[in-house]
């Protein structure tokens, strides 16, 4: 006992000793611990293969693309005569990048913008110039209408999701627009179309009725809403001949904004009507609008913030989970066979606009956190994926959680951009179901789930598995149990980056892009080391 420094051994050197004895032995305490936490940060996965599940619809990874800020001016269109190498107008280096992530739809021309647009405003070699009260109140110079929103579609090979003005509009004119669109009998509005320059019908493979109703849309009741919907699924008809018995356009009314009593009696509105539906009207879809605020108005910080932002804003996406339960249950109530979708057509990170930037132009940074946000947000689709069967993030370029931002003839892609790039494989691939105990990450107090995963069998009959690793201290050695699935070989790629808050730049556009990482295969088991703070996607071959 060489420290037992009492009685006469009580000098001041032993003393001293002591102390040094006592700090040495809290270290090497302090090691032990954290050397026996950090052994307990083994995750273990199993996937189901004979269990699939529904389809993860290739819509769920859909675009919004609203007239607001530079999301579609200097985003998507800069016009022929500009500098910036285009085709018609629309920037060549957006649609190249737009279709590695093989966008499948474009919710257009809103959000708010939708309930204020007049389509005959855009359409025709002269242009009315109008205003964009809810956005800045900027001039809407209505160069990008009808025909280039179409051509831009086709260009990024899309489809279209038109939003008909339900709000300041009349069910006429979104008839009328439709007809012109669609029609491929010779009627006034289809030659006026082809005089426009597109004799052939446009195909509309999505229609929005009417963009948040019970609030920038209108203020309306539920009542008062519905009344006006059933009138606009009644007459705002597709007339294209590809798209009458296959290919039907789905029609998609103005659903909830949160969760709670208010919401609650909105879907139950709408769907105990559709329950008892006549042949003179019908919906396909029922949207809903959820971003991750935390608070309004947007108050967070989408730069240079640390860990308890990051924690917080992603304990609160998480919250879409309950939202979709929620609105499901209300769903199934009225339509058990799921006919109806939920289409989730608004989410999304909604932050403080950046320092300087019109605040009108919803501009904001997009970091390491937004791509976790996004992936946690896509698995939970994909685990609801036999009702939620559409999705699309607000918004594409420049606005919000974009995939990209452009600045003149500048552009660079977000972590955002390369998250939906990664899910590719995921579109239109079977759900697998996954077990594994997902362990907990605490920051302040704030405490979520550390690990998260989802797996499917992709149309090319390939394996492919996501995980997401929330904690932004802690690798995490993956061990994947392919009971039933034989793997021949095994490739994977991870998005992270040195910090939470890491972003890619004009100037250094590549601090966050996917990297190849290393996946053994084994004795049935796949593993791998999931890096803090990262999205990994995994493909196997069988
Ligand atoms: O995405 C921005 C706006 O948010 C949309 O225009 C509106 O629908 C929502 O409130």
Redesign the pocket.
């Known amino acids: 006992m060489p420290f037992l420094c009492s009685g006469y051994l009580a000098t001041p050197k032993c003393k001293s000793r002591a102390i040094r004895f006592a700090i040495f032995s809290v270290v090497l305490a302090i090691i032990f611990l954290t050397a026996s936490f950090a052994a307990a940060q083994k995750i273990e996965l199993s996937v189901d293969a004979s269990k699939p599940g529904a389809k993860i619809s290739r819509n769920l990874f859909g675009q919004?693309a609203?007239h607001?800020g530079h999301g579609i001016y200097d985003g998507i269109w800069v016009g022929p005569e500009s500098t910036i190498p285009n085709t018609r107008g629309i920037r060549n280096d957006v649609v190249a990048a737009l279709r590695a992530i093989k966008v499948p739809d474009v919710r257009w021309p809103?959000?708010?913008?939708a309930d204020e647009y007049h389509w005959r405003n855009g359409i025709g070699p002269q242009r009315a110039v109008t205003l964009n009260p809810?956005w800045g109140g900027v001039i809407e110079p209505n160069t990008f209408g009808t025909h280039e929103f179409m051509d831009f579609i086709n260009q990024i090979g899309s489809e279209a999701y038109v939003s008909v003005n339900v709000g300041s509009g009349t069910p006429h004119e979104a008839a009328d627009w439709l007809e012109y669109m669609t029609t491929a009998q010779p009627t006034t509005l289809q030659k006026e179309r082809a005089a426009n320059g597109h004799p052939d019908p446009y195909k509309v493979a999505f229609l929005g009725i009417g963009?948040?109703s019970w609030?920038?849309g209108g203020n309306m009741t539920p009542e008062y809403y519905l009344d006006r919907m059933k009138v606009y699924s009644r007459f705002v008809r597709n007339f294209n001949p590809a798209q009458q018995t296959e290919d039907q356009m789905l029609k998609i009314a103005v659903g909830p904004g949160g969760s709670g009593p208010r919401w609650d009696e909105w879907t139950d509105t709408i769907m105990k009507a559709y329950q008892n539906h006549s042949w003179s009207w019908d919906i396909n879809g029922l949207s809903m609008?959820s971003y991750t605020v935390v608070q309004w108005p947007p108050s967070f910080k989408s730069v240079g913030f640390g860990e308890t932002e990051y924690a917080q804003i992603l304990k609160s996406t998480l919250d879409m989970d309950s939202l979709i339960k929620e609105q499901s249950a209300i769903m199934d109530k009225y339509d058990p066979q799921k006919k109806v979708a939920l289409v989730i057509d608004?989410w999304g990170a909604w932050y403080a606009p950046l320092p300087g930037s019109n605040p009108g132009f919803?501009v904001q940074q997009n970091s390491l956190r937004d791509a976790i946000l996004a992936a946690l947000n896509l698995n939970i689709f994909a685990r609801h994926a036999d009702r939620v069967r559409m999705a699309n993030i607000?918004?594409m370029i420049n606005?919000?959680q974009a995939m990209i931002m452009t600045d003149k003839e500048k552009m660079v892609l977000t972590p955002t951009y390369y998250v939906y790039k990664m899910y590719v494989p995921f579109q239109d691939a079977t759900f697998l179901p996954v077990t594994f105990e997902s362990g907990t990450y605490t920051h302040d107090k704030i405490s979520l789930p550390r690990v998260d995963a989802i797996a499917a069998k992709a149309t090319d009959g390939k394996l492919w598995l996501e995980i997401t690793n929330v904690d932004p201290n802690q690798s995490a050695q993956l061990e994947v149990n392919l009971a039933g699935v034989s793997a021949k070989s095994a490739s994977g790629e991870t998005l992270t980056a040195p910090k939470v808050d890491s972003v890619n730049t004009f100037q250094a556009p590549n601090t966050v892009v996917p990297k190849p990482i290393s996946v053994k295969t084994q004795g049935g088991k796949l593993t791998l080391k999931l890096e803090p703070k990262s999205v990994t996607v995994v493909s196997l071959e069988q």
């Open positions: 919004f609203e607001l809103g959000g708010c913008f809810n963009n948040e609030d920038c609008h608004e919803l607000a918004q606005v919000l």
